[in-house]
């Protein structure tokens, strides 16, 4: 029947809008093949399809029938009588299924039995090793009781015993530690609370021979002793006693006597000399013990008793409660300098202190410690933050309140605000300021400090838009602005006359300072990337910052922000310089004034306009030689004689027109008298001197242009003027100088 079922169905025509494998499909839904089909052709053809398709399934079946008749006979004709046969196998069937029920539930009782005589045969085991543990207890006593000599006084309760040395001490203390174990199997029972009082009698006599013993080693530096004893402790597992005994007898008083104020006093190094005297415990009283717990001695490391960690567990706990109730002033924040300094010697102790530890397992139980985390949290690093972003942000905003001020230093940048900022930044970076776990806020105040420059290049953008310098009438003003005096800059506009008594972004809005705030911001964002690769990148990653691209990103933002204002500014200086030389064109409109009926001779040299049209710019440039960089400078002649010779280009096409509409006049009128009109020389007319005069004039501008280090091809406009003026000379017939 499987094989029948994957047998493919009939092919039919071409035309079905639905493929026929789709009904073979097992997870085959009728709704979902409606909306399928319903989205090629409408319902009338599917329905159509689908009665074609059924009636070649119904001729498959009936070929299907025909060709499999006989055996569909045959097999009607092999099942008369087989029910008759299996109703013969029902009854020794049902009773054969009843015997095994039978059994069945004999086998499931006869284990239920079993399961019971196993569990109580588990509680008797349980009983008899409880009881073999109480007998191993009781014994255990009586041989340490014996061991220790340990004898109730008559009359009293208070034991006697005697002291205990050598191996006594290790032969009681592993009997002890299998005392323990029994106990511990046993807890609870009345048995083992009837005897406490003779086990602490026992751990009292025990601890009280380990500390005498340890003490006696300590105080004389017998290392066999030392090492029986911390065995012991070992065996015990009393290790913590063991290290809280060296705490106390030897530790402490060394260190109250060489941590205090008084120490830092009188010692030359002060802070750094105290820290040196702690260290030096290390070889005078710590060697011993080291040597026993981490395989330094000359018995080898089979002789090596781990467990034990002095340096952590007894000398830095110590050591930290001693900074905190003897020193408590190297933590105060008041002074950022000293605490710096404090701080940056406590961390260098901190890292000498590490090295004191046998292994990277010690160091990390030491950065764990309890007394770790306290020592660290006693510095207060957000207070000293705190204190320098007050002094480092105010530093830059005291700058912004006169923010042209002339820097004294004119070989970085020329605005004194802008040399506290690029202080600023270096001062977060700097060694005597910088902290490593204060990477992230130093690395927020930097972005800081530019974001508060770039907002005050910002307000400097609107106070200039809502106040526009006013036009100059010469290049003189110019002039005068571009070498401002020694007073304040900060009092005058740009004519030199006060705009208030009270200071204001307004009232420095000069072209003087827009210029040096340009040249400024030029530099500042130049030289961030060099700054962050310096001072900055080398921090991060001590932190173990590894994204690096997403701190650049961020320095990209910042320069962008102080940036952004930039090119209104040059639009501003250049739309200045421009109307400043604009001024010069309106002797083009007299030229032909000075040539019509004057007799003038021929033009051979350009007007006076012409050589002073772009003086102006070449003064501006000039006087800031030394603040403007020069792809700067040429950047902004170009702009300001694009525009010029624009305007250039409108005079003398107005020029033009005007000469070849009077020209035309003049010549209907000969024509209509029939005479000479009367023209300036013999040989050329006035209209061909105007002519020849705007075209002298406009070589003498490229000229000009060309001194600024401006070519021809560099204004566009300027191939325009110079053509018209070429042009109007050539065609009217007049030489061409």
């Not at 802070?271 to 040597?291: D, I, N, Q, T």
């Not at 004191?356 to 139980?365: E, L, N, P, T, Y």
Request: aromatic share 8%.
């Amino acid at each position: 029947m499987p094989e029948t079922a994957k047998q493919p169905l009939p092919s039919g025509p071409s035309t079905l809008c639905f493929n026929k494998e789709e009904f073979m499909k097992d997870d085959f839904n009728v709704e979902h093949f409606v909306v399928e089909c319903r989205r090629k052709v409408p319902l009338e053809m599917l329905r159509s399809d689908l009665h074609v398709y059924l009636k070649i399934l119904q001729s498959a079946m009936i070929e299907l029938i025909n060709k499999d008749y006989a055996d569909f006979v045959n097999l009607s004709t092999n099942l008369i009588g087989m029910d008759k046969a299996i109703n013969n196998l029902l009854n020794p069937l049902n009773h054969l299924k009843h015997e095994i029920l039978n059994v069945r539930n004999s086998m499931v009782e006869a284990g239920r039995a079993v399961d019971e005589k196993m569990k109580q045969q588990a509680k008797i085991r349980e009983r008899k090793e409880c009881l073999r543990t109480l007998m191993g207890i009781i014994q255990s006593l009586e041989k340490m009781e014996k061991l220790l000599g340990i004898l109730p006084s008559k009359g009293t309760q208070t034991p006697h015993f005697r002291e205990l040395n050598g191996q006594l001490i290790e032969r009681v203390a592993t009997e002890f530690n299998k005392l323990q174990f029994y106990v511990g199997k046993c807890r609870g029972l009345p048995l083992v609370e009837d005897i406490k009082p003779r086990i602490a009698n026992i751990t009292m006599m025990l601890q009280y021979s380990l500390e005498r013993s340890f003490k006696e080693g300590l105080s004389s530096g017998n290392t066999e002793v030392l090492r029986d004893c911390l065995r012991t402790y070992a065996t015990i597992d009393k290790m913590r006693d063991a290290e809280s005994l060296f705490r106390s007898f030897v530790v402490k008083d060394y260190m109250e006597e060489t941590i205090s104020e008084q120490f830092i006093r009188n010692h030359p190094q002060g802070l750094e000399g105290m820290f040196s005297a702690v260290l030096e415990f290390f070889p005078r009283h710590c060697s011993k013990l080291c040597e026993i717990t981490t395989g330094g001695s000359l018995h080898g490391p089979r002789d090596v008793i781990s467990g034990y960690d002095f340096v952590v567990n007894s000398v830095w706990p110590e050591i930290v409660g001693n900074l905190e109730a003897q020193t408590p002033s190297i933590f105060a924040p008041g002074n950022p300098n000293v605490f710096h300094e404090k701080y940056t010697i406590s961390i260098k102790f901190m890292e000498r202190f590490e090295l004191q530890c046998d292994s990277q397992a010690s160091v990390k139980r030491l950065r764990a410690h309890p007394s770790y985390n306290a020592f660290m949290s006693k510095w207060s690093l957000p207070v000293y933050f705190q204190i320098r972003f007050q002094e480092i942000a105010g530093y830059l905003e005291t700058s912004l309140n006169s923010p042209f001020t002339p820097s004294s230093d004119k070989t970085l940048f020329h605005l004194e605000c802008s040399a506290v900022l690029w202080n600023c930044l270096h001062q977060c970076w700097s060694d005597s300021v910088y902290l490593v776990p204060l990477c992230h806020r130093f690395w927020k105040l930097t972005l800081q400090l530019l974001s508060r420059y770039a907002v005050w290049v910002s307000e400097v953008h609107e106070e200039m838009a809502a106040r526009p310098l006013p036009q100059r009438e010469s290049s003189s003003n110019l002039q005068q602005l571009a070498k401002p005096s020694n007073g304040d800059l900060g009092s005058l506009n740009a004519t030199g006359v006060p705009l208030s008594a009270t200071p204001s972004v307004a009232s420095v809005v000069t072209v003087n300072n827009i210029v040096l705030l340009v040249s400024d911001a030029q530099k500042v964002t130049a030289k961030i990337p060099e700054f962050f690769e310096s001072s900055v990148i080398h921090r991060v990653k001590e932190i173990g910052g590894d994204n690096i691209s997403l701190l650049r990103d961020g320095l990209k933002d910042a320069e962008d922000s102080i940036l952004l204002h930039l090119p209104q500014f040059e639009s501003y200086l250049t739309s200045e310089i421009t109307a400043l030389c604009i001024v010069h064109l309106k002797s083009v409109n007299d030229i032909p004034r000075l040539y019509r009926r004057t007799n003038r001779e021929v033009p051979s040299k350009p007007s006076i306009y012409a050589t002073n049209l772009v003086q102006p710019l070449a003064d501006f440039l000039n006087s800031y030689k030394d603040a403007v960089s020069s792809s700067n400078q040429k950047q902004w002649a170009v702009v300001v004689l694009q525009s010029l010779g624009e305007q250039f280009l409108s005079a003398v096409s107005d020029v033009l027109t005007a000469v070849k509409k009077m020209e035309e006049s003049l010549k209907r009128l000969k024509a209509g008298r029939g005479g000479n009109v009367a023209g300036g020389t013999q040989g050329m007319s006035d209209d061909d001197k105007i002519r020849q005069q705007l075209y002298l004039d406009v070589k003498e501008f490229g000229k000009q242009m060309a001194s600024l280090g401006v070519s021809d091809s560099d204004v566009e406009a300027y191939g325009r003027l110079f053509e018209t003026a070429r042009s109007a000379v050539s065609t009217d017939g007049a030489a061409i100088g």
